[in-house]
């Protein structure tokens, strides 16, 4: 399986995070990359660079405006007088109106996201652009005939929607894989979602359509971010309906519990019978995680590769979160070779 990686990610980093109320350093930073770059060197996976990719293909799940908001949020933040990192401050809330966007850096942040867990720097742009480019590229690989890739991307890209940004992410890898396997000729791609956190931006993207399927596995908003999204519930709507699964899962969820419902959740993907399938790789589901509360143990994610691999589907694989540094290299290559071992 080839690894897509580029060291542009490195360009996003510093600023603070608004979590659970604290303002705190971020969770999400560059060390990760390199821990997971080293893991998958030493495991012997073969490190491409990513392909380029036209602005344009970023829009087939994205709004233009949003695009455009991303690419000259940082230089409008410089024009303010302002440096260093920044984060959104005011929000649109319910009674509010969502149709007028404000004119001013500090109200744009908050009307294109929806939380202020997730700071801008000078070079974020540059960074998730790279890191689509390298979830284009592993999907571009199995459309041409491999049977898997993984894309090293950082920051992660789930929890973003078709015109927002949160929880650490920007631009949805995943969502963008899974419309270039469709864009090649893929009629039907599932998009299963492993990270302790649920995909309410891949959610938001597909809500009304049938040909791409969202699963998640998540702890439960009802206590858990994205916290307004991801519940059972949730299925779709219109030709979409029925084309939405959600599992979410209390604190303290371990291995027996969890490969339940992922050999649930495999079951609807056979129900589908998809052409291709997008994972959505997290493995803040890690007993040691610092902002998760899953009890996976390092040696589940083998099983956890080869669950998926049991589906026999053309897989591209996308980085997503955790954060437990020192191990997040190890588990995701156990995941990759899991597979490997079974496909
Ligand atoms: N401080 C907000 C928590 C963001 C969760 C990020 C993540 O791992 N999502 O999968
Ligand atoms: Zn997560």
Partial sequence: MKVIYSDKHQAHQGGMELHRGELVPCYEMPSRAQFMLDALRQAGFPILPPRDFAPEQLERVHSADYLQFLRTAYSQWQAAGKSGFMLPSAFPARGQRQDKIPTGIHAKL???????????VA????????????????????????????ALCRPPGHHAGYATFGGYCFLNNAALAAQYLRDQGKRKVVVLDVDYHHGNGTQDIFWQRDDVLTISIHGDPATEYPFFLG???????????????????PAGTDWPTY???LLKALQLIKDFNPDAMVVSLGVDTFEDDPISAFKLKAGHYPLLGAHIASLGLPTVFIQEGGYAVAEVGQNVAAVLQGFEQTA
């Fill in 123 to 150: 070079g974020t742009w540059q960074a998730v652009e790279a890191g689509a480019h390298c979830a284009l590229t592993a999907a571009a690989l199995v459309a041409e005939g491999e049977q898997s890739a993984y």
């Fill in 259 to 261: 490969q339940q419902v």
């Fill in 231 to 249: 519940y059972a519930d949730e299925h779709g709507e219109g030709a979409g309906l029925g084309y939405c699964h959600n599992f979410p899962l």
């Fill in 110 to 120: 908050g009307y294109y996201s929806y939380d202020a867990s997730t700071p801008m």
